[in-house]
């Protein structure tokens, strides 16, 4: 198990290995598809970016609204996929590492070998056991945008596995080698 | 004829929705222990273990079971001998504005993501109450009103998919485009899956009779023979994928695979295959 802290460190990220389990502590920002064009938009349009992405870390997540006292509700990972077009802007621009589920596309593998970046994949449909890793949560842009703003959050031992490391390494690829199917 | 108010359908809705959100349904429950036991890679294992755990801190603690609490969707069975009146204020209100204010009270009452855009392409913009839900009414017969509500997430509706095939084929080309859609549908869609399969109808009926499949219980094969046999073998071939659990390799990729049937026009074989994930969130009630 390794352990990461966010943001990320140039060297801790280019040695972690495609099936590699981590576990994440430190800050953590909350974007998913509008935030993404959104912020790929400010980009495009040479505006200041409402979060800093050096060797920042996106969650791909929207989660529920928290209880009366609670930190944040359910907050699993939702589809990576689908910010397949918006990633490898962001990480051109510093972002180090994305963590959702499911696959990426070749474009984004290209751009987290291309910057050194990994991909981690995190428990989906788990979103009650992840929210206890989840000690803060703020909104920090969008608010408009409800469960789809962006927030800054604050983990503790935060489960996940290295999907795509920044070697072009793909615990999808070896467990497709490894099933033959 | 027995009359059922309004506002019964609305309170009735608004605890399902709750109820399915929070607690796993005991036989989902019981497959992936099932699956943890029999795992052959420890890896695997240990994340249904972990789905497992997750299942009790949502009940324990009140959170949800997964974020995406899903677009609502609601199946109304009507006994023929059963009036649905208002009995309150407003003699305009329908079984659809009821069913909604029972989503829009248990999403808001529940903690629950609102998760609904009012216009699919123009904005976006959230209705924040998960409402509109899909209804899919029917009349049956009888003096009992039933009432089932699915949470259905995004990532897992987004890996279905339709086909018409040439109605020459042979059953197992059917199957293996089966086990082709959810090979496709992978880790992106949280598995183990429950697979709903609809075959026949025309487009639209195959599409509906795939997402009512998943209403019927993991435990309870096909009262049909051919079909039966025909879920085994589908899950059988889905579980040697070796896609595992949250696609990170293993002996569970599917808990159970549901089909259901209708007749169909001699020129067709319309097939839809409904992908669910192993948050199979649904409720029903008698009333």
Known sequence: MIELRAPLADNDVRRLKAGDEVVLCGVVYT??????????AALDDGQELPIDLNGAVIYFVGPTPARPGAVIGAA???????????????IAHGLRATMGKGYRSDEVRQALKEYGAVHLATLGGAGALLSKHIVGAEIVAYEDLGTEAIRRLE??????????DAAGGSVYDMIRDRSGV | MRTIGFEQVSRTVESLCIA???????????????????????????????LLDN?????????????????????????????????????????????NEGVRAGYEKGFLRKSVVADP???RVNTGTNTPAIVHHSLVAGDRLRIS???????????????????????????????????AAG???????????GIGGNFELSCLLSKKALLRGLAEPHPNAFYAQMESELLAAINALGVGPLGLGGDTTALAVRIETAPCHIASLPVAVNIECHSHRHKTAIL
Request: charged residues 25%; aromatic residues 6%; glycine residues 6%.
């Open chain 1, 31 to 40: 974007a998913r598809d509008m935030a993404h064009k959104r912020l790929c």
């Open chain 1, 76 to 90: 699993g990972p939702t589809t990576s996929s689908r910010m397949d077009p918006f990633s490898p802007k962001l």
């Open chain 1, 155 to 164: 983990v503790v031992d935060f489960p996940a596995v290295v999907a795509y």
């Open chain 2, 20 to 50: 399915a959100c929070y607690e796993l349904p005991d036989d989902v429950r019981a497959a992936l222990e099932a699956a943890a036991a029999k795992e052959s890679h420890p890896a695997a294992a240990k994340v249904l273990a972990q």
């Open chain 2, 55 to 99: 299942a009790r801190i949502a009940a324990d603690e009140r959170i949800p079971l997964c974020q995406d609490t899903g677009l609502t969707v609601v199946f109304v069975e009507q006994g023929a001998d059963v009036t649905l009146a208002d009995t309150g204020r407003n003699d305009r209100i329908t079984l659809i504005d009821a069913v």
């Open chain 2, 121 to 123: 392409l123009n904005g």
């Open chain 2, 149 to 183: 509500v699915m949470a259905k997430g995004g990532g897992c509706e987004n890996k279905s998919q339709f086909r018409m095939f040439r109605p020459t084929v042979e059953a197992s080309e059917v199957a293996d485009w089966i086990v082709e859609v959810v090979k």
């Open chain 2, 187 to 197: 880790a992106d869609a949280c598995p183990p899956f429950v697979v709903g399969v």
